[in-house]
């Protein structure tokens, strides 16, 4: 993983880690688009498209909602309950899984330098190794590039581990 200093932002598809003032690690990503904030934010919150790049909800959507989200591109999927914390469309989504502790994502989208610039904010309990979870975000939000921008999508996971997981310090599985 990338070091960093607290204040640094990711200049590259990379998750950063660092660690705040009370220990816990943030894990963050950046992804930037030509198309507008509404076209990302669809991308983030419409069934169908969400179903394409990481997987599906179904619950209230509005802040306080809860409901079930799976992620049906994994192995094996697996539903977990989810809490919408904040949903300001199109600029801000947070969301807690009340199963997992402390599991908290706060996406914000916003328009720097005139393209769509998705930030996406994931801390965790200090000591907590978050490696495979950067993997497993960077892999979703090449996804989600995708789906944004009209590029491919990555190849399967074994292929993108085997490409990605030494920038992380993680070997592709035998």
């Not at 809860?66 to 947070?94: K, N, Q, W, Y």
């Not at 960077?138 to 590029?151: I, N, Q, T």
């Amino acid at each position: 993983m990338t070091a960093a200093q607290p204040r640094d932002v990711p200049t590259d598809r990379r998750g950063v880690v660092t660690e705040e003032p009370d220990g816990r690690l943030r894990l963050e990503f950046r992804r930037a688009w030509g198309q507008g904030p509404d076209e990302v934010w669809a991308a983030l919150t419409e069934p169908g498209r969400l179903a394409r790049w990481i997987g599906s909800y179904d619950g209230e959507r509005a802040p306080g909602g809860s409901g079930t989200f799976t992620m049906t591109h994994e192995a094996e999927p697996a539903a977990e309950a989810l809490r919408i914390v904040e949903c300001d469309p199109p600029r801000r989504l947070v969301v807690e899984w009340p199963d997992q502790e402390g599991w908290r994502v706060e996406v914000a989208v916003t328009v720097e330098s005139g393209r769509s610039t998705l930030h996406l904010v994931q801390r965790f309990a200090a000591g907590t190794d978050v490696t495979d979870v950067a993997l497993g975000w960077h892999w979703y939000l090449d996804k989600l590039d995708a789906e944004v921008g009209g590029r491919p999508a990555p190849a399967g996971w074994d292929a993108f581990l085997a490409e990605t997981g030494p920038a992380y310090g993680r070997a592709p599985e035998a």
